[in-house]
Nanobody, 117 residues
Framework: VQLQACGGGWVQPGGSLRLSCAFS???????????MRWYRQAPGKEREWVAS???????NYEDSVKGRFNSSRDNAKKTVTLQMNSLKPEDTAVYYC?????????WGQGTLVTVSS
């Protein structure tokens, strides 16, 4: 099982980035049973949860990103995306995707997002 995240980069405040995470090793049917989550870790800080999307899909967001970030998933393609708009310097972090189920979870490698002028 592998999660491959991509889409990070540098953007000015107010800009947008779209992160994607591809899930391999399982079928799309099994992928659909996982809750997909995004976490981030800023320099010198602990990793924090950012967003979740179930197969419903039901979406949840951390308060500081509500209204700015939007998550989506494609179970057939086994991908999950995080559209990030109106980015702020405090959004700068390494972003990680996570596939969670009651019987286990998987982490992708991080992708760096830098928001600065």
């Amino acid at each position: 099982v592998q999660l491959q995240a991509c889409g990070g980069g540098w953007v000015q405040p107010g800009g947008s980035l779209r992160l994607s995470c591809a899930f391999s090793g399982f079928s799309g049917r099994l992928f659909s049973t996982y809750t997909m989550r995004w976490y981030r870790q800023a320099p010198g800080k602990e990793r924090e949860w950012v967003a979740s999307i179930t197969s419903g899909p039901r979406r949840n967001y951390e308060d500081s990103v509500k209204g700015r970030f939007n998550s989506s998933r494609d179970n057939a393609k086994k991908t999950v995306t995080l559209q990030m708009n109106s980015l702020k310097p405090e959004d700068t972090a390494v972003y990680y995707c996570n596939a969670y189920s009651p019987w286990g979870q998987y982490w992708g490698q991080g992708t760096l997002v830098t928001v600065s002028s």
